[in-house]
């Protein structure tokens, strides 16, 4: 049951357009984990300090940053082709649109079968259940958002404990569909699953997934994508013949299990659900400091509103939750809606229901050999006596305690900080052209020339 590897390397789904990008930092100051540093005028993504939140992706005013898009063509590679939908995907649509019309226009954009993730949530619920009696750490994190997985390893490693190793229901899913086309009859290498993603830390977690060694995931389709693919269809006045075959292990459980609160709701004891990664950082800030205790169960969701906020839903994520909601009702009036259980056999809890080991990777690791480390630590101490604090960014990176570490790990210099130059200018250790030329390195030549482009910027004498 848990002896799964963790994968080596970090996969991210963002990169940043350097045509693009005009240095203006608002990603760098968003960033929960400092992980972007601007260098030459342009913002650079450290690759093990991003989790992939998309925090930056949302604060860049120019679409400098971009998540990545495999191409559909691939999905014809399989004869056999599922599209594993999240519930929020049909909860952009307005209302008045069904859900089989949204079925329809997914087979004839080219999948063979449709199945919504949500419909192995009983199952994680189960082996949650199962994972909580058996383990005594408290709380207990939930595994379901990957950006907060990540964020736990490299941020607050001390966490890792805590973290509730049960299969989330896309890997659930893609697992029970696989086995179940195969038990059909279908060879296994004619069936490609493919997840429609609503953010960029589950197509990193397709691609390098953590206690896992590999995804059951065959390839990841941006769903914004997928959104307008369907709307071209339906605008077109498509009209269903008659309903596609769905599956119905949907529950009205399984349909609010991606929005805030769908998984606390379940819970015994106390629990907690808190979305939007700010949120999180400090909450997790404060359980490292011992600040908090006696909570069983934490429901951490790094976009607000959960999924339904997700950087790839292009509908409102309030609209999302209210038609889900809506949703949920509708089946919770169904009479079977309580007992919607697997019962075919094709998914054994002990077997697929767990994670395997999940490591950390510590972004404040200073070097591997501990008295080494040790020193770095000393050392960025003592340069924190002389940096100022203020946490202006001047020097490029988002705060002085994170040039104070650039610096140790020799990436970084302390004539990098705006009024370090200038104590070093007054005390002859500076010239002024040097000065210049580290800060040209930083923010480009020419960056401090007048250019009225700027927001805001005017000059009524030209
Ligand atoms: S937000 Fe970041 S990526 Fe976007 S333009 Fe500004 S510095 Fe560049
Ligand atoms: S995705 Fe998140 S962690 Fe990564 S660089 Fe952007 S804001 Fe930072």
Redesign the pocket.
């Known amino acids: 049951m848990h002896d799964k590897n963790q994968n080596r390397d970090f996969h ?1 789904a ?1 990169t940043v357009h350097n045509d693009l990008c005009i240095g203006c930092t608002h ?1 760098m100051t ?7 540093r601007v260098r030459n005028g342009k913002a650079i ?2 690759a093990n ?9 949302k ?1 860049c005013p120019v679409s400098a ?1 971009v998540v990545e898009q495999d191409d559909l063509e691939m999905i014809f590679k399989f004869p056999v082709r599922v599209i594993l939908i999240p519930s929020v995907l049909i909860g952009q649509f307005p209302k008045k649109i069904m859900t089989s019309s949204i079925y329809n226009a997914l087979k004839e954009i080219g999948f063979t079968h449709i199945y919504e993730v949500e419909n192995t949530v009983d199952m994680v619920l189960e082996a949650g259940r199962q994972y909580m009696h058996e383990q005594k750490e408290r709380p207990m994190i939930s595994s379901y958002c990957p ?1 907060i997985v990540r ?1 736990i390893q490299v941020k607050y490693p001390s966490l890792i404990g805590n973290i509730m190793k049960v299969n989330p229901p896309i890997d659930m899913s893609a697992m029970y569909y696989r086995e179940k086309l195969k038990m059909s009859g279908i060879p296994e290498d004619q069936i490609g699953l493919f997840y429609a993603t609503p953010c ?1 830390a589950k197509i990193a977690a397709v691609k390098s997934p953590v206690g896992e060694i590999e995804s059951a995931v065959t390839g990841v389709i941006n769903i914004n994508f997928l959104y307008n693919r369907i709307l071209k269809f339906l605008q077109r006045k498509y009209t269903e013949s008659k309903p596609p075959e769905t599956d119905d292990l949907l529950s009205s459980r399984g349909i609010l299990w991606s929005l805030t609160r769908g998984e606390v709701i379940h819970s015994n004891g106390r629990a907690l659900a808190i979305d939007g ?1 700010k949120n999180v950082n400090e909450f997790l800030e404060n359980i490292e400091n011992e600040k908090l205790d006696q909570i069983d169960f934490l429901e951490l969701r790094a976009c607000d509103e959960s999924c339904a906020g997700g950087i790839l839903i292009s509908g409102n994520r309030f609209l999302t939750v209210e038609r889900l909601k809506n949703r949920a009702e509708e089946y919770k009036a169904r009479e079977d809606d309580k007992n919607r259980k697997l019962t075919d056999g094709f998914l054994n809890i002990n077997e697929h229901g767990f994670l395997g080991d999940i490591g950390p990777r510590p972004m404040a690791k200073l070097d591997e050999d501990f008295s080494a480390a040790l020193k770095k630590l000393e050392r960025q101490r003592r340069i924190m006596c002389f940096l100022p604090g203020f946490d202006c960014g001047g020097c490029g990176a988002p705060d002085c305690q994170t040039l104070s570490e650039d610096i140790v790990q020799g990436n970084g210099q302390i004539s990098q900080c705006i009024f370090m130059q200038h104590q070093m200018i007054k005390q002859n250790v500076l010239s002024q052209s040097q000065a210049v030329r580290i800060t040209d390195k930083i923010w480009g030549e020419g960056r401090l020339e007048k250019n009225c482009n700027k927001l805001g910027a005017e000059d009524e004498n030209n």
């Open positions: 991210h963002l990603c968003v960033c929960p984990t400092q992980a972007i993504i450290t300090r991003c989790v992939d939140c998309g925090e930056c992706y604060a940053i950006a964020l960029a990664i």
